[in-house]
């Protein structure tokens, strides 16, 4: 006898490059006790850890299942930019049972998260002065990597397109941020925004003030941030100065491209790690240089998703909309899904 009913639930799961976490929704609430978190590298593919969460969970038998994939997404296909792992709608189907699946980007889903996300789970870096439900929306990752997405309200529902903003050309506005780009560069030959706005990003950052200085010393981003929190190191706090101007310069960008003015959300590790202090450091100024348009700048708040548990939220919205939608058209959804 399994513990949960059956066909009532949807499975979510967030698919990292170092872990996946995986739990049960009822339409948009959590089921009590049910996230899990599982190990990727003590797995073959992404249909044993669904087979093992499944039969950890009491063999539960779901209605519906979406993973949240860090990599792209082309024709209902989905390939992890930092793990050998393919994933298809119909391993999903196969895995889980379900009768409805999805496979969204790990942005994407951050994206299907806006207005989900528990208001006490925001902070607010610049206010947003647009009370428009229905404005466009924009979400940045910042955390192992780099990405960008809008997010439109559509007559037939939100609208989250895919992107690799991450890797469009560094911005570069000085010597010194030319020096910067052409540092980068060394890896692969083209300095990425996603070189200097990423965990390894600040690493690089770090690394090429000690170039600059004279003093070349290599730092984790773990230790960078250590180090500027403990007020031990002047080059992690020039460090964190650079990657905030950085930020809100990519950030103000992207949101001249996109017109999000229903708001700009950053997430990920290291929007997290970096919120307290991106007022502090330029990203604001940064943000709003934009010359002659420096004043339209202040129609786009920004604000940080703290939320670990976002991109799960977003797939469980993902799957309601697509079983409100589908279910609608044949005759009513069925509560809670």
């Known amino acids: 006898m399994t513990k949960h009913p059956a066909n009532l639930y949807s499975i979510v799961a967030d ?155 560094l911005p570069v506005r000085s010597d010194a941020d030319m020096r910067l780009a052409n540092y980068v560069a060394t890896a692969h030959g083209f300095p990425a925004v996603e070189d200097v706005l990423s965990g390894r990003g600040l690493e690089h950052v770090y690394a090429w003030l000690g170039v600059e200085a004279g003093d070349p010393v290599e730092k984790s981003a773990h230790q960078v941030m250590t180090a500027f929190q403990e007020g031990s190191d002047d080059r992690a706090t020039e460090a964190v100065r650079v990657f905030a101007r950085f930020l809100g310069t990519v950030a103000g960008n992207l949101a001249l491209i996109n017109l999000p003015f229903g708001g700009v959300y950053l997430a990920g590790g290291m929007a997290q790690a970096m919120a307290p202090y991106l007022a502090q450091y330029g990203f604001i100024d940064a943000f709003r240089d934009k010359g002659r348009f420096a004043g339209f700048m202040s129609n786009f708040g920004v604000s940080v998703i703290e939320d670990d548990y976002a991109a799960l939220i977003g797939s469980a919205a993902h799957l309601k909309a697509l079983r409100t939608t589908t279910l609608g058209a044949e005759g009513g959804a069925r509560p809670g899904i």
Request: proline share 6%; hydrophobic share 40%.
């Open 15 to 169: 698919v990292g490059g170092t872990n996946t976490r995986v739990a049960l929704y009822h339409g948009l609430d959590p089921v009590p006790e049910t996230t899990r978190r599982y190990a990727n590298a003590e797995f073959p593919g992404l249909e044993s850890v669904l087979r093992r969460y499944i039969a950890d969970e009491g063999d539960v038998d779901c209605l519906a299942a979406c993973v949240a994939v860090a990599g792209p997404v082309r024709d209902e296909k989905a390939s992890l930019t930092n793990l050998d792992w393919t994933i298809d709608k119909p391993m999903l189907a196969r895995a889980t049972q379900a009768e409805t699946v999805a496979i969204l980007n790990d942005l994407q889903a951050q994206g299907h998260a806006l207005g989900h996300v528990a208001e006490d789970n925001l902070r607010e870096i610049l206010p947003s002065p647009s009370k428009n439900p229905h404005a466009a929306k924009m979400v940045i990752g910042i955390g192992t990597g780099f990405n960008a997405a809008p997010v439109f309200e559509t007559e037939v529902g939100r609208l989250v397109t895919p992107s690799e903003s991450g890797h469009q050309n």
